[in-house]
Nanobody, 132 residues
């Protein structure tokens, strides 16, 4: 199935910005909702954002709402996460995942948790560290 690769992570100071990319190969993202998740050391993976197949709908966790923006470019098989006003608590490994559905209404409600089997493809993550 799809192979996903994240990039764009790094070290940034609080208040800074980063843009993460998720690029797919072995298929297209035309028919998949795409989610972004993050996992801090010692914590469970949590959903932070999701975008529908055509980019018409997006959802965010309360912790990132107003600071992060998800977007996609299906022609480039890519999904992006623009992160602004970063905080130390944003530190973690960030993963993108492709759903077997074209939508993710209600994300990040429990039905869209990372253990849901509809998240059929995962990247290996990119590290984001927010620190002075």
């Amino acid at each position: 199935q799809l192979q996903l690769v994240e990039s764009g992570g790094g070290l940034v100071q609080p208040g800074g910005s980063l843009r993460l990319s998720c690029v797919a190969s072995g298929g297209t993202l035309d028919y998949n909702a795409i989610g972004w998740f993050r996992q801090a050391p010692g914590k469970e993976r949590e959903g932070i954002s999701c975008i529908s197949r055509i980019g018409g709908s997006s959802d965010y966790a309360d912790s990132v709402k107003g600071r992060f923006t998800i977007s996609r470019d299906n022609a480039k098989n890519s999904v992006y996460l623009q992160m602004s006003r970063l905080k130390p608590e944003d530190t973690g490994a960030y993963f993108c995942a492709a759903a077997s559905t074209p939508y993710c209404a209600g994300f990040p409600d429990p039905q869209w948790g990372p253990s849901r089997l509809d998240w059929a493809s995962w990247g290996h993550g990119t590290q984001v560290t927010v620190s002075s």
